[in-house]
Antibody, heavy 120, light 110 residues
């Protein structure tokens, strides 16, 4: 059974750095074709992909946020970490981690999401 | 402004068939497979259709997907009240080197 769970602060101040951890089970990020992505959804708005890390440690970032994002993995702990620097109120959103597989052409399992509010 | 274009809303009565469109370009839908996601109110999205027209196990065959050129559509037949949700299309974009989503379509069952 595939599960993903996001953890991190619910509230961050403007200019601070956000660190989110995705802890997953039911699959391994050492398996060929396996990937984990971070996707966010501002309140009442559409989904927005942020970053992805692949089984072979390839990393992909949303172009417009590339300078602020870092994604990494700890395969021994089944965790993927996303950091986003210089947080702003417009970054307020529910942040999801999700599994991607090459064979399904995209995300096939989602975490429940964690709401992050940016406010002073 | 989303890279993939969906109608903001759609509606139908129970038992009806409704379709939701998704329009893109040669760098995304035109050259990569498309997925559809269903997001029930207050919950995380769920994979509904992958690789244009494949259903994951557990998804009723009332849901079907198709793709032609740079456009795709999701069809829901035998509409039920529990189908009321937001629906998103998504595809990898070769120019942006990442997946792109549609703006979402809110389906209302009248």
């Amino acid at each position: 059974q595939v599960t993903l769970r996001e953890s991190g602060p619910a509230l961050v101040k403007p200019t601070q750095t956000l660190t989110l951890t995705c802890t997953f089970s039911g699959f391994s990020l050492t398996t060929s074709g396996m990937c984990v992505s971070w996707i966010r959804q501002p309140p009442g708005k559409a989904l927005e992909w942020l970053a992805r890390i692949d089984w072979d440690d390839d990393k992909f970032y949303r172009t417009s946020l590339q300078t602020r994002l870092t994604i990494s993995k700890d395969t021994s702990k089944n965790q993927v970490v996303l950091t986003m620097t210089n947080m702003d109120p417009v970054d307020t959103a529910t942040y999801y981690c999700a599994r991607e597989r090459v064979i399904t052409g995209g995300v096939d399992f989602w975490g429940q999401g964690t709401l992050v509010t940016v406010s002073s | 402004q989303s890279v993939l274009t969906q109608p903001p809303s759609a509606s139908g009565t129970p038992g009806q068939r409704v379709t939701i469109s998704c329009s893109g370009s040669s760098s995304n839908i035109g050259s990569n497979t498309l997925n559809w996601y269903q997001q029930l109110p207050g919950t995380a999205p769920k994979l509904l259709i992958y690789n244009n027209n494949q259903r994951p196990s557990g998804v009723p065959d009332r849901f079907s997907g198709s793709k032609s050129g740079t456009s795709a559509s999701l069809a829901i037949s035998g509409l039920q009240s529990e189908d009321e949700a937001d629906y998103y299309c998504a595809a990898w974009d070769d120019s942006l080197n990442g997946p792109v989503f549609g703006g979402g379509t809110k389906l209302t069952v009248l």
